[in-house]
């Protein structure tokens, strides 16, 4: 078993969503309906997939120029990310990422799968035009930010999406910031991009993890979790905000992994996808988890529920 906060979140939205893509969605499997749960879940809808093509161009273009000190362009990550975007939608649209043999390996930084090509929509002039829109603001907000560039350009060691992972009651817990970089030899520094419109949530839990991620991982022996500056960056929205940590929030990062783990082995201990009884496991709360699933379909046939249940409304334990 592996744990991420992204599984957790997963488990925690609806415990049939989070079986469905842990333990049901294989690429390898024979089985056409294990095979078919790993293409859904795939699938991501515009808001996210424009976030997806920044955090490439991020971990990339503008990695790149980071570690050879050169000047960030916002027009060349522009059209880095323009030329990307388009790549990805034509692969999308042709439905490529359902051919035969296909995997991410193969197709390379094109794979992608979008929930409205999948839905038989069409890329359109107007979602071009929006893209276009949110590469340019995302771009300009970034170099608009001038104290925040001073700090990553004075670091060394950068590295975007390192896998920092550590063992917790024996099994492996896994987080990805975005960007880590070092001051000094005691210093780190670590970014979460974000891409998002709306007023968001509470993303301090999430920065705490990657601090107790990083004290843990071995990478750096000695560190302390006061010498960690973590920064939330929302590129769309154009802000910045710092969050500092200390031993005691990363000893209550420590405790909420350690519980969710506990809470997650009750879930997967001995679950096969062969024998899997779902009316073990406890659905959504909220419609809107539903009504944003990309395995709603295949959960409501498994459910013996009418496919064309789309807006069913699910409490805990039971879907009408």
Same mark, same amino acid.
């Given at each position: ?7 957790? &979140? ?20 024979? $089985?056409? @309906? ?30 790149? /120029?980071?570690?050879?000190?050169? =000047? ?10 323009? @030329? ?28 992608? !799968?979008?929930?409205?090509? *999948?839905?038989?929509? !069409? ?17 300009? &907000? ?18 975007? =999406? ?15 910031? $975005? ?12 970014? /979460?991009?974000?891409?998002? *419109? ?26 302390? !979790? ?27 990062? *420590? ?7 506990? =809470?997650?082995?009750?879930?997967? @201990?001995? !679950?096969?996808?062969?024998?899997? /009884?779902?009316?073990?496991? /406890? ?29 069913? *409304? ?7």
């Amino acid at each position: 078993m592996k744990w991420s906060y992204s599984s957790h &979140n997963a488990m925690r939205r609806c415990q049939l969503q989070f079986v469905f893509g842990q333990v049901i969605a294989s690429h390898n499997a024979r $089985d056409p @309906e294990r095979h078919e749960t790993y293409l859904l879940k795939q699938l991501q809808r515009l808001p996210a997939w424009r976030g997806s093509v920044v955090h490439k161009v991020l971990a990339t273009v503008f990695l790149d /120029d980071l570690r050879h000190g050169r =000047e960030i362009s916002e027009v060349a990550l522009y059209r880095a990310a323009q @030329e990307l975007a388009r790549k990805r939608l034509t692969f999308s649209q042709a439905g490529k990422y359902r051919q035969p043999g296909m995997t991410k390996a193969r197709a390379g930084d094109g794979y992608s !799968a979008l929930w409205e090509h *999948e839905q038989g929509r !069409a890329t359109t002039s107007a979602d071009l035009a929006e893209l276009d829109g949110v590469l340019a603001a995302c771009f300009g &907000n970034l170099l608009s930010q001038a104290e925040l560039l001073r700090e990553l350009r004075s670091g060394y060691g950068h590295r975007a =999406e390192p896998p920092l992972s550590f063992l917790l009651d024996g099994v492996s817990v896994k987080a990805v910031p $975005d960007l880590l970089l070092l001051q000094s030899d005691v210093e780190l520094t670590i970014v /979460d991009w974000k891409v998002g *419109e709306s007023g968001g949530g509470d993303y301090s839990r999430q920065l705490a993890l990657y601090g107790l991620a990083a004290t843990r991982c071995g990478w750096w022996p000695g560190l302390r !979790a006061e010498d960690i500056r973590l920064y939330e960056v929302n590129l769309l929205k154009n802000s910045v905000i710092e969050h500092r940590i200390g031993t005691d929030v990363v000893e209550e990062a *420590e405790d909420f992994v350690y519980g969710s783990i506990v =809470e997650m082995r009750g879930l997967l @201990e001995g !679950a096969r996808a062969e024998d899997l /009884d779902l009316s073990d496991y /406890d659905v959504a709360r909220s419609p809107g988890t539903c009504a944003l699933c990309n395995f709603r379909s295949m959960c409501a046939a498994r459910l013996e529920l009418p496919e064309a249940h789309p807006v069913a *409304e699910p409490i805990q334990g039971r879907m009408f």
